[in-house]
């Protein structure tokens, strides 16, 4: 630590790298020190914008890693698949560590982490930034406060968004299990966390179903060609490239997410030379996707609570909906709001959580993206892991819960899970 604050290194500046070195900037509790990025473009633009020396810019984490320890704490944010090896190097070396979600793709790195972390002794956090929302907060106090009374059942969905699932999961990064890992755990290990987090406990037995439906050749319609710039059908196609990224164009927030993944020539004509050549104009009906587009997971507990949570791609892209039932109350609540019922008297009463709006990268989900940032730095300032609401254990934890469900769905089984 200097006089400057906590010194921040970052693996792997896309676009999360550099949302959270931002924050971390603007926080001034910390300075962004090095970097490490492989797209060239990427990383000159990051070490101009942070002002950091040539001597250390690095093209692969590993050479970063190599290095020593030349900062406090990192920011592990390479892609889903590639987790593990940075997170065990750098706790190795003593770097306290803010790791994108998910934690990793298999059991396996997960523990691997969780037993470098441990050994290490750093801290360290998931980016589950849904639980570090206004939102969340209050509605975890209500439930640990007995407003509802005891919780019995949740019902809890997760609305994609048709255009955000085409640009992630059927054109983008999270399109194939191969490359990245099944849905549950690239979108909804957060969803799964988050529930983990609100009943205080994991599930017993999980049980789940889905498949894709609709983004598959056999859904083609007649006439379509394999990119969008082509097709004489595009027009009418609810899931149009061309529609979606030139619409972002003068946004400096859409510019920043979806556009940035797809191109950083933000001109018209940049847009179009990345749909004709890249991946994210291609027809969603014939991409090279194979994650499902809409599942049900539902979770029993050790108290007899329950919970059923659907993802889906078919709905706007909006905030995520919660019905939680208990003994003396219910709550609604839409990523903002919490409508409240209170059973012994009868009244009805609507909690404003003061949750900024914009649940996107984009826009920060909800204040998550900036708290955890602030917490996860406090808490190295401070040298406090009590500071973060979970640790690797409790990750570990709760994508053990997201293994199993996958488990169950493709095998049809009912998993039971240590109580
Ligand atoms: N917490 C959330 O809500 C949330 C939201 C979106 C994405 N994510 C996760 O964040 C991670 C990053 O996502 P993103 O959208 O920023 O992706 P991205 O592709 O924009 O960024 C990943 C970066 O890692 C770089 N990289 C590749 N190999 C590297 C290496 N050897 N060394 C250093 N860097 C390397 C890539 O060049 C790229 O710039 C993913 O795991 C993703 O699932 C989390």
Not at 220 to 242: I, M, Q, W
Not at 291 to 297: E, F
Not at 394 to 404: D, G, M, T
Request: net charge negative.
């Amino acid at each position: 630590m200097t006089l400057d604050g906590v010194r921040l290194v970052v693996a792997g500046a896309g676009l999360r790298g550099l949302g959270y070195a931002r924050r971390a900037a603007a926080s001034g509790r910390a300075s962004v020190v090095a970097v490490a990025e492989p797209d060239p473009v990427r990383r000159a633009q990051f070490a101009t914008e942070f002002g950091i020396p040539p001597a250390m810019v690095f093209a692969d984490w590993r050479d970063l890693a190599a290095a020593g320890r030349v900062g406090d704490a990192v920011v592990v944010a390479t892609q889903d698949q590639m987790h593990a090896g940075p997170t065990v190097a750098f706790a190795e070396l003593g770097y306290h560590i803010l790791l994108e979600k998910p934690m990793a793709t298999t059991e396996q790195d997960a523990l691997r982490i969780t037993a470098a972390v441990e050994k290490a002794g750093v801290i360290f956090g998931v980016c589950h930034v849904m639980r570090y929302t206004p939102y969340s907060s209050a509605l975890k106090q209500m439930l640990d406060g007995g407003a509802i009374g005891r919780l019995v059942s949740v019902q809890h969905l997760e609305p994609i968004g048709w255009w955000h699932y085409a640009h992630s999961f059927v054109r983008g990064n999270w399109s194939n299990s191969n490359t990245s890992a099944p849905l549950l755990l690239t979108k909804s290990c957060h969803d799964i966390d988050w529930l983990i987090y609100l009943f205080g406990a994991a599930p017993t037995r999980v049980s789940s179903f889905g498949g894709l439906s609709h983004f598959r050749p056999d859904q083609r319609p007649a006439g379509a060609t394999d990119t969008c710039l082509t097709c004489p059908v595009e027009s009418t196609c609810p899931y149009s490239a061309p529609k979606l990224y030139l619409a972002c164009l003068g946004d400096p927030d859409r510019e920043f997410w979806p556009l940035s993944a797809v191109t950083a020539d933000h001109t018209p004509a940049g847009v179009e030379a990345a749909l004709r050549t890249g991946p994210y104009g291609r027809c969603v009906y014939t991409s090279a996707n194979d994650v499902v587009d809409h599942q049900v997971v539902t979770m029993s507990f050790a108290d007899g609570a329950t919970c059923a949570f659907t993802l889906t791609a078919f709905t706007p892209l909006a905030d995520r909906k919660t019905r939680l039932f208990g003994t003396h109350g219910y709550i609604d609540g839409d990523g903002r709001l919490l409508h409240h019922t209170d059973f012994r008297t009868g009244e009805r009463r609507t909690i404003d959580t003061g949750t900024p709006a914009g649940h996107t990268a984009a826009d920060g989900h909800n204040g998550g993206d900036v708290a955890i940032t602030d917490a996860f730095l406090a808490a190295v300032a401070e040298d406090d892991p009590s500071l973060l609401p979970s640790d690797a254990a409790s990750s570990l934890l709760s994508h053990r819960v997201v293994w199993a469900a996958e488990r169950a769905r493709t095998t049809g089984a009912v998993v039971d899970l240590p109580g």
